[in-house]
């Protein structure tokens, strides 16, 4: 049987991708040739692990919302300090490997805030196509 992914969550991981499809454009322009593809990786690495942080979020939202009060201030703070660590060690490897950029991994991984903002204007216009 498959699950239908929640709206707002559809949502989140759209702004997430659109965010990062805006600045993969802008970066074609305004970064030097020989910088453009460690970039492009940094980026999209940053874009990935905000999806995946926004998943983990709303699975943890999900099951707190089943636990005590006490419980689940518990359990969200652990799973808070669980998305940040993940965070810090994708953009630790970014930097020590030198895979990708790791100031672009880390305007990636700011579509997660940028889509929380957004997502009502995003919301509105998805309800209009419909």
Not at 58 to 79: F, G, I, P, T, V
Not at 84 to 94: E, H
Request: net charge positive.
């Amino acid at each position: 049987m498959k699950k239908k992914i929640n709206e707002t969550l559809f949502e989140l991981l759209l702004g997430i991708f659109i965010w990062g499809a805006i600045w993969q454009a802008a970066g074609v322009w305004f970064v030097p040739d020989t910088d453009k593809m460690a970039c492009s990786i940094g980026l999209w690495i940053g874009v990935l692990t905000a999806e995946i942080c926004a998943a983990h979020m709303y699975r943890s939202l999900d099951r707190a919302l089943d636990l005590s009060e006490k419980d689940a201030q518990k359990y969200m703070m652990s799973r808070s300090m669980m998305r940040y660590g993940l965070i810090i060690i994708v953009l630790l490897v970014l930097m020590v490997t030198e895979a990708g950029n790791p100031l672009t991994g880390f305007l990636g991984v700011m579509g997660l805030k940028a889509a929380a903002y957004l997502q009502p204007l995003l919301h509105k216009l998805l309800e209009r196509r419909r």
